[in-house]
């Protein structure tokens, strides 16, 4: 494979880019700081106004930090799913595992209330929450796996986690029938996605989850550019099947399951970011495609939490909403161009 | 054919099949350094049975396998990939695979963890571009290849993998006559000058028989093996197919439709 000395100029850009888009996200919000003085605070100083190193430091660096480990961990496990299941629609929304995530949110959510008769949900931590969300994804991605082995067609797997989407939002429709509204409200703002509410000790649990399954993905380099000839090569070359393909399922439900149980089911990050990433790197080598999809996710990331965070005005939109109006029409357009989409 | 004498292949009162289902049995042939051997016989007779079979795809029934003198069950698949390739009919998952990346590939079962290539590693693929005449496609991708070139490239990846055995399901379908005989000539090449042991199916008998050092038919009772002439003097391929559709030429060594 090509060395990755090709492609150093693309991966200073990139990193550049990451900086600039780092330094815009957190220069921009509903609280209108010059960017002087947001550099200064950044750089220790103390600000004229006393409440901007406030929101700088206590707001908008972690936010700008979530986004940046959301968007990594999200393109990467869509990169690691593209190649596992040998399909280049595969992403965690498609494959049913947001909304596996969804389903454990919500029964925690609204599920608690209704059939334990607990009224108030005060005690329930959002580290339960992340909990109930992570254990839904891991159990829809072991579902889709235990089919993926049974049907080898890979349309078949994505008309299987469409249908677990359908299933999901059944159930999510039917336990907010039955939920009064503030846990019905409560759930609804998880659902529209946020990077916005991470305490720092949040923030580090979520930098922890992503860092092992970003080491995961990397001890599975080898084993991942085996799987792009098929399972039986990947076996014929040395692999073990059961066991690259169980670590990788793991790094794809900690990295999918731990960000969306934070952040919220954000739509179509992990989907497109890789195959917009071999618009730039023009290579199937892991060992380049991981940092690439890595930071160009968290370059858009970036970018749509700034889109989303309207200038000079104190609303915020639902980060789902702007990140699938970007990514859907990246996904007509990359199917529309090349006719027909690879991995 | 320079011929060392050593058994690299050692198949004794072979079964296959699925689980309790019987698909051949009592299959029996030794095959040395440096031969080319086609498996023919009719559809459905068990040839992609005997090939997942002997590269260790599905366990076999019954019978011995020797490879090396060391029983196929006995390598783990790490020490496996670095005694026997294959070449099956599925393509390839990723068609935007380069050639070269498809090729380096081969390597893996020689590479660290991370999958670095040495600098025997790129002479080894180097070897392979040159011998299938791939070099001027190496930056190609597969989507962009014809049929006859993806089999090359899938071909030349087996020999990077420097295993003394190469298994090819089926290397010929989809070909036209002229690829189908480049690619024989070149697996021929390969068996004869690099000393691989190569088996591979086929419903080319005409080819086989011109091409191939031995011969296996699975005819669902005896599986005669062994040299072409030999084969077609003791009449083999005669009850090959029903006679009353097609009939063996033993002058031509081809098969003639019944008018």
Redesign the interface.
């Known amino acids: 494979?090509?060395g990755s000395r090709t492609y150093r100029f693309s991966f200073i850009l990139m990193l550049l880019a990451l900086l600039c888009s780092l330094l815009l996200n957190i220069s921009s919000g509903s609280v209108t700081i010059p960017f002087p003085d947001t550099m200064s605070t950044l750089l220790g100083e103390t600000p004229e106004i006393a409440s901007w190193e406030y929101i700088i430091w206590d707001y908008r660096v972690p936010k700008a930090f979530t986004s940046i480990l959301v968007g990594a961990g999200l393109s990467l496990s869509g990169l690691l799913m593209q190649?596992l299941f040998?399909n280049p629609l595969a992403g965690p929304f498609v494959l049913g595992i947001s909304s596996g995530a969804s389903l454990g949110a919500a029964i925690l959510l609204m599920g608690t209330s209704i059939f334990a008769g607990y009224t108030s949900l005060s005690f329930l931590g959002d580290i339960t929450l992340s909990i109930a969300a992570s254990i839904g994804s891991f159990l829809v991605l072991l579902t889709v796996m235990i089919v993926a082995q049974r049907v080898k067609d890979t349309m078949a797997l994505l008309i299987i986690g469409l249908m677990f989407g359908s299933i999901t939002s059944a159930i999510v429709s039917v336990l907010a029938y039955f939920s009064s509204a503030e846990d019905l409200q409560r759930f609804n703002f998880w659902s529209f996605g946020s990077v916005g509410n991470l305490s720092v000790n949040q923030l580090l649990l979520l930098g922890s989850i992503v860092t092992v399954g970003i080491l995961l993905s990397i001890?599975s380099?080898?084993s991942l550019?085996?799987?792009?000839?098929?399972?039986?090569?990947a076996?014929?070359?040395?692999?073990?099947l059961k066991k690259s393909r169980l670590t990788i399922i793991i790094a794809t439900g900690l990295l999918a399951g731990g960000i969306t149980a934070f952040a919220g089911p954000i739509a179509f990050v992990g989907l497109a970011v890789p195959h917009l990433t071999?618009q730039i790197f023009d290579?199937?080598?892991h060992?380049v495609l991981i940092p690439g999809v890595m930071l160009y996710g968290a370059i858009l990331m970036l970018l749509c939490d700034t889109l989303a965070q309207l200038p000079n005005s104190a609303s915020v939109l639902p980060i789902n909403a702007i990140t699938s109006l970007v990514g859907a029409p990246v996904v007509i357009w990359l199917l529309v161009r090349k006719r027909k989409m690879?991995? | 054919m320079a011929k060392t004498g050593k058994n690299i292949l050692s198949i004794s009162d072979v079964s296959i099949g699925y689980g309790t289902k019987t698909v051949a049995k009592n299959i029996n042939f030794d095959l040395e350094a440096g031969m080319l051997c086609g498996v023919v016989g009719i559809n459905g007779i068990g040839k992609s049975t005997l090939l997942r079979t002997l590269g260790g795809f599905q366990p076999k029934l019954s019978g011995n396998i020797l490879l090396n003198d060391k029983p196929l069950e006995k390598y783990t698949s790490t020490t496996l990939s670095k005694e026997l390739s294959v070449i099956l009919t599925e393509p390839p998952a990723s068609k935007n695979l380069t050639v070269q990346e498809l090729i380096a590939l081969g390597r893996q079962p020689y590479t660290n963890w991370l999958g670095t290539l040495t600098k025997e590693d790129k002479q080894q693929i180097q070897a392979s571009l040159d011998a299938f005449l791939l070099d001027e496609l190496r930056n190609n991708k597969c989507h962009e290849l014809s049929d006859g070139q993806l089999q090359r490239v899938l071909v030349a990846r087996a020999m990077a993998q420097d295993t003394s055995l190469i298994l090819l399901d089926e290397p010929t379908t989809h070909l036209d006559l002229y690829h189908k005989v480049q690619i024989l000539k070149m697996l021929q090449e390969l068996a004869h000058h690099k000393q691989k042991t190569i088996l591979f199916t086929s419903h080319e008998i005409e080819l086989t028989i011109q091409l191939c050092d031995r011969i296996l038919i699975l005819d669902g009772k005896d599986h005669p093996f062994g040299d072409p002439c030999q084969l077609i003097e003791q009449k083999h391929f005669d009850t090959l197919f029903p006679s009353e559709m097609v009939q063996f030429d033993h002058e031509t060594g081809t098969f003639k439709v019944n008018k």
Not at chain 1, 225 to 233: I, T, V
Not at chain 1, 235 to 240: A, D, H, R, T, V
């Open positions: 494979m090509q190649t040998r001890v380099i080898k550019n085996a799987f792009l000839l098929g399972e039986n090569y076996q014929s070359l040395g692999i073990s071999r290579t199937m080598e060992k690879m991995f």
